[in-house]
């Protein structure tokens, strides 16, 4: 039996950004947003609501980046927003997962080979973490698009 190890990969995001292509709701619905382009990339469009306000959001798609797109309504700084699939209006709540930094809810995207992105749903937190399940092939696909070159 082999000794099974942790390893951490340090990706610096800033230098080689890690686009988010193909982010979905649980039930398998893309939520990439074509007309709606951030750093050139198609943005991640969820529906949000705020209080009794409800409007889109325009996720940047590149993992580090928080150039987010707010439409339809005003989110203070500090406030907490609930993200639904624009298609099945499936919350995209993680459950039983929570900020890390300020215990404000998490959301989760699901990606391919049974990732998923989680963030805080706290506007001005920037929490998040991406966590991919094949790792090594993951990493083999970065380098193959010269993300970590």
């Given amino acids: 039996m082999t000794d099974k190890g942790k390893v951490e990969i340090e990706i610096d995001v800033s230098k080689h950004p890690i686009h988010v292509n193909h982010p979905t709701c649980s039930k398998g619905h893309l939520l990439i947003c074509e007309s709606v382009k951030i750093h050139d990339y198609p943005s991640i ?36 927003v609930e993200l639904f699939c624009p298609e099945c209006d499936e919350n995209l709540k993680a459950v039983n997962d929570t900020c890390q930094i300020c215990l404000s809810p998490m959301f989760l995207f699901h ?29 083999a696909r970065l380098f193959e698009d010269r993300m970590l070159l």
């Fill in 45 to 80: 469009k969820v529906k949000a609501t705020y209080k009794n306000n409800a409007g889109f959001l325009y996720i940047d798609p590149i993992y580090g980046s928080f150039y987010n797109i707010i439409d339809g309504m005003h989110v203070p700084d500090g406030e907490t």
């Fill in 111 to 139: 990606l391919p080979n049974n990732g998923i992105v989680e963030g805080c749903l706290k506007k001005g937190c920037m929490f998040h973490k991406l966590k991919i399940v094949d790792a090594e092939e993951q990493v």
